[in-house]
């Protein structure tokens, strides 16, 4: 047998589980295992400016293909509590990534040591498994576990805690033997597939909400073929955003309070029946319930038992892996349309393809300041398909869901249930880091930009390029619209005159300045004509220098963005012009019909 380290064991299991790449910060408690890392070879690792950067840059990393298991690393103490935000993200979208931390030395870890904290009872609630492990042979059971955890049913994130001793303990340890534990999903039967189909058969107005878990099982074929097979409209949610090209003429529209189209909405609220697959029924999705459930009919597929019923009972659930589930959908629908069994959904789905080219919403705008909604429509001109989205909340996450194009599973990456502020810089660099040859294009309100703005020096040092589009209120302006509420403008203004930057105004921080300082390139666009050369002038800046280019939008102070405030999806406010005439919305999927 060979003998190793426990740390240099686990980094084997890593390699032999498909990581190829890591990000994180060394520590005194974790420098074994980089050690062992550095020893091994095969793994890249990215050296993140803050830990939290670093476990959004394995959550961007996981997103962005299929199989990907991100990792980051962090030494003992506030590594772990700094990284918390990261797994709560996962756990909440359910992402893999793999945390480890260093630890003090296992006889003083109750001793209030140096930066000894109990980081796996402060990680349990937002993992599928966090634990401290106090013997050197448990690591590579430890670790076989954890992938297996982390890709079996609802796939979620895993922190596993080394005190420093047992990193350094050897023990005796076979690499070439090891293999991963085999992946349980649960599977559909096919009667109850062939049951839920009677149901879709038996309505007159059905539609299917595909979620992120369609996504996440690589399932997206055998959705766009379900739905082509029965004609029957999809809707997807915002984790799902990209399962079925935008421009599928079974497309519906997204549905909710904040991130959905007038289209959308109306569509939905006409139906009698919806199949719910991978979807964990958002609340920001359904707003209430009452409204969301009244006169429809519900089947959900879930890989998750307990998420049945969990928001709502549905009249039937199916606990099954997405595309477990797909597979036997497609061919019982196969065998139903063989049979001439299928109901004719051309005049429902037509009719939903009629709302999308009469319900849109205004983007052309010439306003100076500029308006958000041209900005988006700018950005449709300039990035194509082949662009993978990366934003996490606020107005612009909002407004650009509203208005951007989507084609590609995997093209929207956004943090769904936790949004925290600041994750889309580290997350768009593991977006990159996991696909260097995709046009990676990221979208942050000028709060979430500098919440974690010192990431953008990972990028210049590790030459990540990808294009960072600010639009810049100075303001925090989803809190801002959610005070109106209470009559209040309070605390949300971000405003003041920069001594270094007088030609700012107002606007306060100088994100050109900050983003050079760290080593990238910035253009500010003060005109809506000047946004689509800029756009382009950034793609070639990137390409060249290899390093993130921010294009900074100087936007009017305040806009308000559709959304309901009543949480009713029958409710959403249009606070702004809506399109009536086609140069209104010239990059509509549809064109408007007046």
Not at 284 to 309: I, M, N, S, W
Not at 567 to 591: K, L, M, S
Request: charged residues 20%; negative net charge.
């Amino acid at each position: 047998m060979a003998r190793m380290t426990a740390a240099r064991a686990a980094v084997e299991i890593l390699r032999r589980e498909g990581v190829t790449a890591a990000f994180g910060v060394p520590g005194a408690a974790i420098n074994p295992f980089y050690a062992a890392l550095k020893a091994s070879g095969g793994i890249a690792h990215t050296l993140a400016r803050h830990v939290e950067g670093a476990s959004h840059m394995a959550e961007g990393y996981t997103r962005t293909r299929p199989g990907n298991i991100g990792v980051c690393i962090g030494t003992s103490g506030p590594a772990g509590t700094d990284m918390i935000t990261g797994l709560y993200s996962a756990i909440g979208d359910s992402i893999p990534i793999l945390c480890i931390t260093g630890q003090a030395p296992t006889a003083v870890i109750h001793k209030e040591d140096f930066q000894a904290v109990d980081i796996a009872s402060i990680a349990k609630p937002v993992t599928k498994m966090a634990v401290t492990v106090l013997e050197a042979a448990q690591v590579p059971g430890v670790f076989q576990q954890a992938f297996h955890l982390m890709r079996s049913g609802r796939p979620g994130p895993v922190l596993i805690d080394l005190p420093i001793d047992v990193q350094l303990t050897e023990i005796e340890f076979d690499p070439d033997t090891y293999e991963p534990l085999p992946v349980y999903k649960p599977a559909a039967t096919r009667a109850q597939v062939e049951k839920a189909i009677g149901m879709l058969n038996a309505s007159e107005r059905p539609l299917i909400v595909a979620g992120g878990g369609v996504i996440n099982a690589d399932a997206c074929e055998l959705l766009v073929e379900f739905a082509e097979l029965t004609g029957v409209p999809v809707v997807p949610t915002l984790m799902g955003w990209g399962a079925l090209p935008d421009d599928h003429e079974l497309n519906a529209g997204m549905v909710g309070l904040q991130t959905s189209h007038r289209y959308g909405n109306a569509t939905f609220l006409e139906s009698d029946f919806v199949l719910g697959i991978g979807n964990r029924w958002a609340n920001r999705h359904t707003g209430k319930l009452d409204v969301y459930t009244a006169g429809r009919t519900f089947v959900h597929v879930d890989v998750e038992p307990t998420q049945l019923g969990k928001i709502f009972a549905p009249d039937f659930g199916i606990a099954s892996d997405a595309r477990a589930a797909l597979e036997l959908f497609v061919e019982v629908a196969r065998e139903v349309k063989a049979a001439g069994a299928l109901p004719d959904r051309s005049t429902w789905a037509g009719a939903a393809q009629e709302k999308r080219a009469t319900l849109q919403r205004r983007t052309h705008f010439d306003d100076i300041p500029i308006k958000p909604q041209r900005v988006y429509e700018e950005m449709n001109k300039a990035f194509g398909p082949e662009t993978r989205y990366v934003s996490t909340i606020g107005l612009s996450q909002i407004a650009g869901a509203q208005m951007l194009h989507v084609y590609r599973p995997r093209h929207w990456i956004n943090c769904g249930q936790a949004g925290p502020l600041g994750w889309t810089i580290p997350a768009a660099l593991g977006v990159a880091k996991a696909d260097p040859e995709a046009s990676v294009v990221a979208l942050s309100g000028d709060y979430d930009f500098q919440f974690m703005i010192e990431e953008l020096a990972v990028g210049a040092q590790h030459k990540i390029p990808y294009v960072h589009v600010l639009v810049n209120n100075s303001y925090l302006g989803l809190i801002r619209q959610a005070q109106r509420g209470f009559d209040m403008d309070f605390e949300v203004k971000l405003e003041f005159e920069n001594i270094n930057s007088p030609e700012l105004g107002v606007y306060g921080v100088d994100h050109v300045k900050v983003a050079e300082g760290l080593g990238c390139k910035a253009i500010r666009v003060t005109d809506p004509k000047e946004l689509g050369a800029a756009f382009e002038q950034a793609k070639k800046l990137a390409a060249e220098f290899q390093v993130p280019v921010v294009v900074e939008a100087i936007l009017e102070r305040v806009t308000n963005i559709s959304m309901s405030g009543t949480n009713d999806i029958g409710n959403v406010v249009e606070f702004e012009e809506i399109a009536t005439q086609e140069w209104h919305a010239p990059t509509a999927v549809r064109t408007l019909k007046a």
